[in-house]
């Protein structure tokens, strides 16, 4: 019995030196001391033995059961240890190798413009208003002068909504709104979103953004309105931009005029931006209507004003050489990474 408890504690000792896993451990844990195992054997084996050798030797298997339990404990911690220093080792970071920089985005090209615009009209005063983007055909025709059989008007160009309200068709329903509230003088810009029943092609898009501007006050003169834009110009393409107006038509200003800034790209000399024009249209203006005025309730034989109003997507697409409309809405990392 001695032999062969003494062999099975070396058979448990070889076995040891060979573990590799906790799993490998319970196994000879298991061919040791479990219900089939060889410890378990021969103390079922003891049942054969005369009852006075039987104390000693149940001492004897009990005392190899306690190392072998011992010599299994120890093992299980060192391959705990030893799975935990492989695990480091290879978790192991080094802090002193460079970092990933996250990702940032940044300011879409049309939201620099609307900056830019932004700051340079609040540097000449104005304040920044906004207005809803249902109007009903009060606000969206009739108070600008715009006759009902304005084309403007017509189901081909404008989203409407049963019983008559509308998507605006542009932002200068907020010039009305604005003078309507009856607070004078008035200098004020309005950026927003508006509609038009367009097909998506280079040039345009059926949902797209304007800036308006509106200054009411007593004395406005056509020279206010050429001086205050020329200045703008310069401001948003630079020093050495010229401007020039051509007479237009638009309902609800008279005088009207269009104004074109000399190019950006050729300074003027004519060039594939500009389409060989030198000049490139930026907005349309005028002297407010005096229907217009009085319409909103200012006198138009005490005050003046001008208004203007300008794309959003054309003066972005004019100020960093875009060609294409469809590119602003795209949200294509390759061109937005560009600005
Ligand atoms: N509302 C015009 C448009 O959508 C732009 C415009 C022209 C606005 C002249 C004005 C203006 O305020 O005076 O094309």
Known sequence: MTDKLAELKLQCAERISNLKSLKE???????MLGKKGELTQLLKSLGNA??????????????ARESIEKMLEEARSAIIKQERNERLAAERIDVTMPGKLPALGA???????????KAIFIGMGYEIAEGPEIETPYYNF????????HPARSE?????????????????????????QGKLPIRAICP????????????????????EGIVVDQGVTMGDLKGTLELFARELFGGNTRVRFRPHYFPFTEPSAEMDASCFACGGEGCRVCKYEGFIEILGCGMIHPRVLQMSGIDPTVYTGFAFGMGLERITMQRFGVSDLRLLYENDVRFLKQF
Do not use: C, W
């Open 50 to 63: 005369s009852p006075e050798e039987r104390p000693a030797l149940g001492q004897l298997v009990n005392s």
């Open 192 to 211: 927003g979103r508006v509609y038009r029943r367009d097909e998506v092609d280079a040039t345009h898009a059926p949902v797209f953004h304007q800036l």
């Open 25 to 31: 451990l319970e196994q000879l844990r298991l061919d």
């Open 142 to 149: 009739d108070a600008l002068n715009i006759p009902a059989t």
């Open 156 to 180: 081909q160009d404008t989203f409407y909504f049963e019983g008559g309200d509308s998507l605006r068709t542009s932002t200068s329903p907020m010039q009305i709104r604005i003078m309507e």
């Open 107 to 117: 300011k879409h090209p049309m939201t620099t413009v609307l900056d830019n615009l």
